[in-house]
């Protein structure tokens, strides 16, 4: 316990060194502004946009509630490049340990791998819930603010939720890392196993249940309650994410 907290805290520290906590945070504090702002001046910019002839709207269109309004926050931004940016920013995470000699340096030393491992998850798992949760707490004020309030414990549950996939994500790239040596590659393998996964987890949603993208269905489902959604995704994502680590500290030894 004492090798794992000792590691933990030279990740931590190093990620400060690099200034993470602070671009990370900052990125995904203008994420959380932009949705909010986008929809509540949508009507002005297709007026906007569309010209002289303009852009007929719909008088009779229901107006999203702000649950919704922040759900569009997650899926249309964190989702997509706020994922990207977030694996760009974990493709050094055992790739430059190799490429500067550090890993062997710790694995001859009285460590486990699994430590090893497990450090590397806890230790950036942090960072990006750190930034990400500066990112939803000011989309959900800036939500709040201009279009009304919604159940921050509903709020929390969803947090929570959506951070066990954000461990999954980590988990992965950990694994892939194991195999793929250079850093740019790491990233788009990552980028791209993730965005497959995001896309396929509505197509059947007997099969999704297994995937570990669906626990974001059970998110949602805490914000807006649209149809039935399986438990079983949260089970299924950290028994994934127990055998990315097995998997990874099993061929770290090798």
């Known amino acids: 316990m004492n090798h794992l ?22 990125f995904f504090v203008l994420l959380g502004l932009t949705q909010p702002l986008i929809n509540l001046y949508m009507d002005i910019i297709l007026q906007q ?39 760009i920013s974990f493709m050094g995470l055992i790739a430059t340990d190799r490429q500067n000699g550090m890993q062997d340096f710790i694995l001859t030393r009285p460590v486990s791998i699994h ?12 960072i990006s819930m750190f930034s990400i949760g500066f990112g939803i707490l000011t989309s959900y004020i800036c939500t709040v603010y201009l279009f009304g309030s ?13 951070s066990i996939w954000i461990l999954y994500l980590t988990s992965l790239v950990i694994v892939i890392s194991v195999y793929v040596k250079h850093q740019v590659l790491i990233a ?4 791209g196993i993730s965005f497959f ?33 399986s438990y079983l995704s949260i089970v299924s994502c950290l028994v994934l994410i127990f055998f990315n680590l097995l998997w990874a500290s099993k061929n770290l030894k090798n």
């Open 197 to 229: 996964l995001l896309l396929i987890k509505n197509v059947d949603l007997a099969f999704s249940d297994l995937l570990p993208s669906s626990i974001l269905n059970v998110a949602e489902h805490q914000l807006v309650a649209t149809y039935d959604v």
């Open 115 to 126: 430590c090893y491992v497990y450090a590397k998850l806890i230790a950036h798992w942090f």
């Open 5 to 26: 907290a000792t590691l933990v805290r030279v990740e931590l520290t190093e990620a400060a060194k690099e200034y993470k906590y602070v671009w990370l945070t900052v």
């Open 150 to 162: 919604f159940s921050i414990t509903k709020l929390i549950l969803f947090s929570v939720l959506y």
């Open 188 to 191: 788009v393998s990552a980028i």
């Open 49 to 87: 946009l569309g010209g002289s002839i303009g852009v007929i709207l719909d008088p009779n269109k229901l107006d999203p509630t702000p649950s919704e309004i922040f759900l569009s926050t997650i899926s249309g931004q964190f989702d997509q490049i706020g994922l990207i940016i977030l694996l």
